[in-house]
């Protein structure tokens, strides 16, 4: 089994805990930048992008987070992680990895429907469609030629974005029963691991 870390600095890190252990995956929390040698894959969580990436920084974890992530580790953003390894953000703040060939909008679905919940195809996943619930989630603005949409919304928004070893949704798996992508994330890192071992 591979140990998948999640990023626990702020937000929804307990939850992402739940979906991966219900899967039997080995899970360690990431506080601190020599943990992520330890991990073979990363998720970093839905919260709040700005305290998210402001730990980032005081923790000095910003360099070998891009590091590691470069070098190839499957890395796994929701909602705030997703605005985490965004290229860039049409917002000023926070400063993102600029990781991912994405531009990001926070907060851009509006302060009506800031939350809401629907049913979507995710390529990859097979039927049924998933249940993703957005909480004041950022709209993906633009994409790179290298980025494949995996899921978009009924108005042609990506939600579901896959990059290289880079996986971002715009909602938050962990807050349904359904498993599905992180078992789609958990088979990514045993992929990634194999090619190492050959
Ligand atoms: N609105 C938050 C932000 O900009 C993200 C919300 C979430 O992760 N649920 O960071």
Sequence with gaps: MPK???LAIQGDVEEHASSLEELGAEIEQVRLPNQLDEVDGLIIPGGESTT????IDLYGLRRPLISRIQAGMPTWGTCAGMIVLA???IDKRPE???LMDIEVSRNAFGAQIDSFETFISVKHLGEPKLRAVFI???VVTKVGGNVE????LDNGIPVCVKEQNMLATAFHPELTKDTRLHQYFVDLVNINLDSKLL
């Design 87 to 89: 290229g860039s953000l």
């Design 136 to 138: 004041r989630a950022p």
């Design 4 to 6: 998948i870390g999640i």
């Design 52 to 55: 998210i990436i402001q730990l």
């Design 96 to 98: 993102p990895l600029h």
């Design 149 to 152: 949409i995996m899921a978009k």
